[in-house]
DNA sequence: TCTAATAAGGAATTATATTCCTGAATTGAT
DNA sequence: ATCAATTCAGGAATATAATTCCTTATTAGA
């Protein structure tokens, strides 16, 4: 199945509001109704939509601090490899985890309360032998967003 | 107006899932439909919500490539940082933009479709006076959520 | 305890999603 | 080019859900 211009149009739209209705979509990208609800439908079921969330405020919700880790590690044995995907599955206040290319190294990216919150991350990690651990604080969150860019479809 | 243990019931079930209509929500968190409906609209009046959206596979949108970049700067001057704000907001494949602790740096998260594509957005940070800019590549997304813990509410 | 204010639920109403059916456009074979 | 066969689109009907409105509890303060 192939993604046109209209199913573009779509996606572009419920990424920024996922809110909108079956009929508003169809309006703005000039199909019918019944159209349009096909194309969403399909769009979900191969996959191209993965979910539909809410995002909440971090701040109101009492998580005003991301932090960046870096964790290198010299042990190439699939055993630590498991454990560490085990450990970082686990801790909610982690939110991603790249394995990344150069250095044999991950980043994570968590939110916390405070320093504190940190520091009570930063315990979680070490006891789960992720020694090699190192932090750096957001000052200032500039852009962020959720809404991929469409323009090579 | 405080978020109350139900509050934080509802908050969870729409991070996860915010197709869920009123009234499923309602029945989870064992209150009647009305009840949750007026909940509902206050967390998105306060903030609290901030808007739901639709994620979008990155692969199926052919952007199979996550890229983070970091930018040194020795500029401490305003013009500087507005053009650098300026420039990243008007890249859509930049999706956050972080000022960090530590070095006078930024970290960029990006998503290309590939090698060229991350040259594309290369050349634009350096025609855009960004020189001191190195990239990491990920090589895989072990963990990728925007769900926030909400324990400590 | 009484009153005012606040929160909750049920029923009615409105809006929206979903299905079903019909007809148009497209494709592929002859 | 013509004729099925298939795919795609839209309108109307139906089912489901959101939203409003009204009435009843519950709570807080005098």
């Given at each position: ?60 919700v009492g998580l ?90």
């Amino acid at each position: 199945m192939k993604i046109d211009r209209t199913d573009k149009a779509i996606l572009e739209l419920l990424q920024r509001d996922a809110t909108l209705s079956v009929g508003q979509v169809a309006e703005k990208v000039n199909i019918s109704k019944t159209a349009c609800w096909r194309r969403m439908q399909q769009l979900e079921k191969q996959g191209v939509i993965e979910k539909r969330v809410a995002l909440l405020n971090a701040e109101q919700v009492g998580l005003p601090l991301t932090v960046y880790i870096s964790v290198c590690t010299n042990q190439h044995n699939a055993g630590w490899a498991q454990n560490f995907q085990r450990v970082t599955q686990n801790i909610p206040e982690i939110l991603e985890v790249h394995r990344m290319s150069g250095d044999l190294d991950y980043m994570i990216k968590a939110v916390v309360s405070d320093m504190k919150g940190y520091d009570r991350l930063y315990k979680k990690l070490i006891d789960a032998d992720l020694s090699d651990v190192s932090a750096s604080f957001v000052m200032e969150e500039m852009k962020h967003t959720t809404e991929l860019p469409l323009d090579q479809l």
